[in-house]
C-alpha cells in the first residue's frame, strides 16, 4: 500500500498545474487511458524506451482503466477451472508477419488451426464441419461445397456492381442486384437456407447485418497468410506478460480530458486527476462514441466525424459447459435457415482443448436481442438451437454469456465500414490531435477488429507520443530500443490441426 502511495506522489509530482495554468515539469510523463491490447502495448513500448532522461527513476507511464481487469474485449475465463475466452480468441494471420507473433511464439503458447488461407468462412474452412437443416437432418457437403463456391461468386459479382456506381450500398442491396442480373445464382429451397448461412458467417465476421455493411469496403482489410489460429489457452498470459511492471490503476473510469499545449489534464469518475505532458487514448470505439469522456477544447470536427461514422458492430458468446462430449467430432456445427438471422454457428472447443465446451456466437441485430435476456434465457435459448440439431442435447452443467454492446465499458465488439463512409476513417481516427494519440483496433486501417490490429496500433501510438514528448524536451538523442527492435530472436509459432 506504501509503495502504491510513493506512485501517485511520483505522478503527481512528475507534471502539476499551478495556479496561473502553466505546468511545472520534472520529468516526461505520459497517461495511457484504457488496458486493453492496444493502451497496454503503447505503455509497453513507452515504458521499455525509458523516458529516464533525468537521474533518478520517477514512474512517468501510467495507465488508466476503468474495469477492475486489464484485457478489454479480450477477456480469458477460468471459472471452468480452465480457460475460455469471452472476447476475442483468434490469431488471424499465423505468421511471423503478424506483429503479435514473436510475443506468442516466445511465450510457447499453442494454437490450433481453424483454416488456411482464403477460406470463404474467413476463420474456418470445409475441411471438419457438420451443417443441419431445422429439423435436425444433416445437410450433404457435396451441396455445402457447391453452394460456396456460388457465394463466392457473388461476392465477386458485388464487387463488379460496386465498381459500375459511385453511390455506396448495403452487402444486402448489391446481393438483390447481382441476383437480379445473374438470376442463376438465386438458389432455392436448401440450397438457399445454406447461403444464408454462408452469409450469417460473413456477418459474424464483421458483427454487423448485412444491411449495414458497406459494400465498396467489405473486402479492405489486410489478410495476413498463414490462416487463422485459435489461441488454446486463451489470450490472458500474452496481455500478462506485456503489462508486467506497468503502473496499472485499475477502476479508474476517465470522463474528461483536457488538452493544452504544455499537457494533459486526465479527470476520473471518482474525481481524481492525473496530469502529463501527452495522452495515449485506447479506448473502445462504442465508448469514445457514447460521448461519455468529456474533451476540452472539443475534438476536431474531421476526428469527431470519424469516430460518429465508423461502424461498431456485435458479437456475443454464449460458452456452454458440458459433462460429456455427445455431438459429432468436427470444428464447428451450424443449422441453416431461410433467413441469416435464424441460422446458428456453434464453435467446438474439444476439438482445439480437449474440454467438452461449445461456444454460441450470435452477431448482429440476434445479438442485440439476446443482449435483452437474463444469462439463464440466453443460455437455453442456445440450447434450443442446440437441440434443433440433437435431440439428446444434454444441459450445460455451467455457462457463460458475454454482453459487449451493453458493457458500458466497451459499448460494441469491434468496428466495421457502414455504408456511406469511407474506409480511411480508421486512419483519421488514428492520427494525433497535439499532444493526444490514438490507438485500438479501430484505428487501424489494415487490421480492423483484430487483437493484432490493436496491438501493433498501440505500438505506433507509443512511438510517435515518445518522439512528440522527447522532442518537447529536447532529448531526442536519448531514445532507446522498443520493444520488437532489438529483441531475441523470434520464436517459431506453435500450431496443429487435428
Known sequence: MESRKNSDRQIRRANCFSAGGRMKTRSPSVIVIGGGFGGISAARTLQDASFQVYSGALETVVVLESRDRIGGRVHTD???????????????????ENPLAPVIGRLGLPLYRTSGDNSVLYDHDLESYALFDMDGKQVPQELVTEVGITFEQILEEINKVRDEQEADMSISKAFSIVFSRKPELRLEGLAHNVLQWYLCRMEGWF????????????????????????????????????????DIRLGHRVTKIVRRYNGVKVTTENGETFVADAAVIAVPLGVLKSGTITFE???????????????????NKIILHFEKVFWPKVEFLGVVAETSYGCSYFLNLHKATGHPVLVYMPAGQLAKDIEKMSDEAAANFAVLQLQ????????????????????????????YDIVGKPHDLYERLRVPVDNLFFAGEATSSSFPGSVHGAYSTGLMAGEDCRMRVLERYGELDLFQPVMGEEGPASVPLLISRL
Open 78 to 96: 477460468y471459472s471452468f477451472g480452465f480457460p475460455v475466452d469471452l472476447g476475442a480468441s483468434w490469431l488471424h494471420g499465423v505468421c511471423k
Open 207 to 246: 458483427a454487423a447485418d448485412a444491411d449495414t455493411i458497406s459494400a465498396k469496403c467489405w473486402d479492405q482489410d489486410e489478410l495476413l497468410p498463414g490462416g487463422h489460429g485459435l489461441m488454446v489457452r486463451g489470450y490472458r498470459p500474452v496481455i500478462n506478460t506485456l503489462s508486467k511492471g506497468i
Open 388 to 415: 434443433r440439431i440433437l435431440p439428446d442435447a444434454l444441459p450445460p452443467v455451467q455457462y457463460l454469456v458475454s454482453r459487449w454492446g451493453s458493457d458500458v465499458n466497451s459499448l460494441g465488439s469491434y468496428s
Open 297 to 315: 477544447p472539443k475534438l476536431p470536427e474531421w476526428k469527431q466525424e470519424a469516430i460518429n461514422d465508423l461502424g461498431v458492430g456485435i458479437e
